[in-house]
């Protein structure tokens, strides 16, 4: 079943070619692949060319097969193309009918649509060395045998041109737009498979060699250079080379892309693309589908040959020819040798004079690469430059590219040009310095807390056990108010016991008093003092156990809530009272900068509470003994506010105090650590 649009596009692409014998298109449906144009029109559909579609469509790779006395049945028909009617010779053959045509090579490539395969053209050549004829099938009319026929066998660089689908619309020249191209590879079937050599090394790049024929020749305009002119198959072959590596995601895909296409344009066994990494060139992709891995030493061998093209900025030809220039070629020579090929062609890639990377053309055969190949291999390799080294940039790590922008202001500073640069740089270092050398004011900077500027404590007044508690950290409380009490049942029966005594003392007493008994008057009198003042100590530690705030203020520590019943001991601190807006401020200095702070020094304070709201301090005391906070050895340093202090002020908030320090200039404020660091370290590893 032919589709309208497929055939038609074949036939003007087939149109254009005198040494294609046969042509078939496959299409891709929910179905499978099935058959959407043949050329010439009626033709039955050919098994190998149709093995070679398939096997194109399913491995996404170029089929190229050298069959030696390939038999191709096709229709001679009066409608044929003139390649056809050129092959079948018509005006010996009669119309309608079948007659099969010898082709040597068959060539197929999947077609693409939006980056993904829709279907695949497979056509069979006629190589142009050798008399083709036709020959009338069995069963057919005899049909008396064509003339000579000789053609440029250039389909190679037709398959370099990149397959869309059929029904995409065509350009303004009525040609399909560029796509990605396929890798060449050899293919699988009856007749024998290789990815390179034979017949592949027999098409020529675009206007390649001097004795180079055929219609693209013929249709060649003027030239800048060979192959490159406006509206040339060369530049439109250029432009085929940038879709091709656009239309691929990744350094790695894009570059295997490349090479699979400027192996093909410029008849090359194998082409190897290598970038520059820390000054040194690394392969990162060979034409036909070729591994990297497992090839460290072959890729050391292109790699060395790339560097030799690119030491010398220069193209390298080997074998030179006679009209070259002498160039070293040590490294071209060993790996022609090591890896039996008969001639290398390396190109160095540029970009703002410099060297970014080379791409290296092999061939199997002695046959030299040709003035007009290399001229077109230098003009891809110019163009895919720039495109190639923004691929390899965009794949490194963000650090990297930061450095590599860095590091290539030294050198516009240094070299030519780039006035307004240098004006910009000497006015940025110009005001660094004087920022560096003139004093600011230096500070300290050192933790900070509130404390209250008195501190209460309330301690057990004997042993006992805790009852109640009547407030917690942060409450606030007036004089006399009941805060705590411990278990006082104990102390009650006492209370009893002394009660009960000094009631037994003075009945003694009144009793002696009646009778006239002196002595036990005296008696009685002296035990009945003693038992009151015993009763007294048990009403005054009965009174102690209750503790009451002996100011107005806030309960700075305490959290007796979960110790309920818990037993005390007589001296335990319980709680802490500190009064209101009554503060200072304590400092936690390092030893380090303890020097630079003195008694009246003033500064400020900034509290994690409100960090954008700060207070004037005024140092009033260091101490002079050191101590250990949190892993540091500090000097408690003790400071008051300036004035009226915050209103939500509270004890045991913690901020950030800066210190007035003088002045100093910027560069020791900023390195002044690191120095008295080195210092330090220098002098104990000196001796």
């Known amino acids: 079943m032919e589709a309208p649009a497929a055939q038609q596009w074949l036939e003007r692409k087939m149109s254009r070619r005198d040494d294609v014998v046969s042509a078939l298109v496959l299409v891709s449906s929910p179905e499978g692949l099935r058959t959407a144009a043949v050329w ?9 060319l149709a093995d070679a579609a398939r096997a194109t469509f399913t491995t996404g790779l170029i089929v190229d097969r050298d069959d030696q ?65 036709a020959q009338p099938l069995a069963g057919s009319p005899a049909a008396p045998p064509s003339a000579a026929h000789g053609t440029t066998p250039d389909a190679v660089r037709a398959l370099a041109e990149p397959a869309r689908h059929p029904g995409r619309p065509a350009r303004g020249d009525g040609s399909s737009a560029p796509a990605s191209g396929a890798p060449v590879a050899p293919a699988g079937g009856a007749s024998a498979a290789r990815a390179t050599g034979g017949a592949a090394r027999r098409a020529h790049a675009p206007g390649a060699g001097d004795d180079a024929k055929g ?14 002119g406006p509206g040339s198959p060369g530049a439109a072959r250029l432009l085929d080379l940038v879709a091709v590596a656009l239309s691929h995601e990744g350094l790695e895909r894009s570059a295997a892309a490349v090479a699979d296409e400027l192996a093909v344009a410029c008849d090359c066994d194998r082409v190897a693309i290598g970038l520059t990494h820390r000054r040194l060139i690394e392969v990162h992709a060979l034409s036909h589908g070729a591994e990297l891995n497992g090839r460290s030493r072959e890729l050391r061998e292109i790699a060395a040959a790339m560097d030799e093209a690119a030491d010398q900025t220069v193209t390298v030809r080997f074998p030179p020819q006679p009209e070259d220039r ?54 891809a390799v110019a163009l895919l430059a720039e495109l190639l080294e923004l691929k390899q940039r965009l794949e490194e790590p963000p650090v990297a590219r930061l450095a590599a922008v860095v590091a290539s202001y030294p050198k516009r500073l240094l070299g030519a040009g780039h006035g307004r640069l240098k004006i910009v740089a000497a006015a940025i270092i110009a005001a660094a310095a004087a920022l560096t050398l003139i004093p600011v004011p230096a500070s300290v900077v050192a933790p900070a807390h509130i404390e ?72 009685a009198q002296a035990r009945a003092g ?35 019943g818990a ?13 209101f807006e009554q503060f ?45 906070v949190d892993g540091r050895n500090v000097f408690e340093t003790e400071a008051a506010f300036e004035g009226p202090g915050p209103r939500d002020l509270r004890p045991g908030l913690e901020g950030i105090g800066k210190i007035d320090a003088g002045t100093r200039p910027l560069y020791w404020i900023i390195g002044n650590r690191a120095f008295d660091w080195l210092r330090l370290t220098f002098w104990s590893l000196s001796r």
Not at 220 to 226: F, L
């Open 69 to 133: 006395d390939l038999l191709i049945p096709v229709r001679a028909s009066p409608g044929a193309s003139p390649a056809s009617e050129a092959a079948l010779a018509p005006d010996t053959a009669p119309a309608d009918t079948d007659v099969a045509l010898r082709a040597q090579r068959v060539l197929a490539k999947p077609i693409f649509s939006r980056g993904r395969r829709v279907g695949a053209l497979a056509f069979a050549l006629r190589d142009s060395d050798d008399d083709t004829s």
């Open 40 to 48: 010439p029109r009626g033709s039955s559909e050919q098994r190998t």
């Open 452 to 523: 209250g500027a008195v501190q209460r404590v309330l301690v057990a007044p004997a042993d006992g056990f805790l009852k109640q508690v009547h407030a917690r950290p942060g409450d606030t409380v007036r004089a006399g108010q009941l805060l705590a009490e411990l278990a006082d049942e104990d102390l009650q029966l006492e209370l009893r016991r002394w009660e009960n005594e000094v009631s037994r003392h003075e009945t003694a007493y009144s009793e002696a008093l009646a009778r006239q008994d002196r002595a036990q008057v005296v008696i």
């Open 215 to 228: 219609p693209s020749n013929a249709r060649a305009p003027e030239r800048t250079r060979d192959g490159a």
């Open 326 to 379: 002498p160039l070293i070629t040590l490294a071209h020579a060993e790996l022609a040798q090591r890896q039996a090929a008969g001639a290398l062609c390396t190109v160095p890639m540029g970009k703002d004079g410099r060297i970014v990377g080379a791409v290296t053309f092999e061939r199997r055969s002695a046959r030299p690469f040709e003035q007009s190949t290399i001229d077109f291999a230098e003009d």
């Open 530 to 564: 003693e038992a009151r003042a015993q009763l007294e100590v048990v009403r005054s530690h009965i009174e102690r156990s209750r503790l009451v705030a002996p100011f107005d203020g806030v309960l700075i520590k305490g959290d007796l809530k979960q110790q309920l």
């Open 584 to 628: 200072r401020v304590i400092l936690d200095v390092e030893d380090r900068d303890v020097a630079r702070v003195q008694a009246g020094n003033v500064g400020r304070i900034a509290l994690s509470t409100r960090p954008d709201d700060t207070h004037a301090i005024r140092i009033v005391r260091v101490k002079p003994v050191a101590s250990t």
């Open 567 to 579: 037993p005390v001991r007589k001296g335990d601190t319980l709680l802490t009272l500190a009064p």
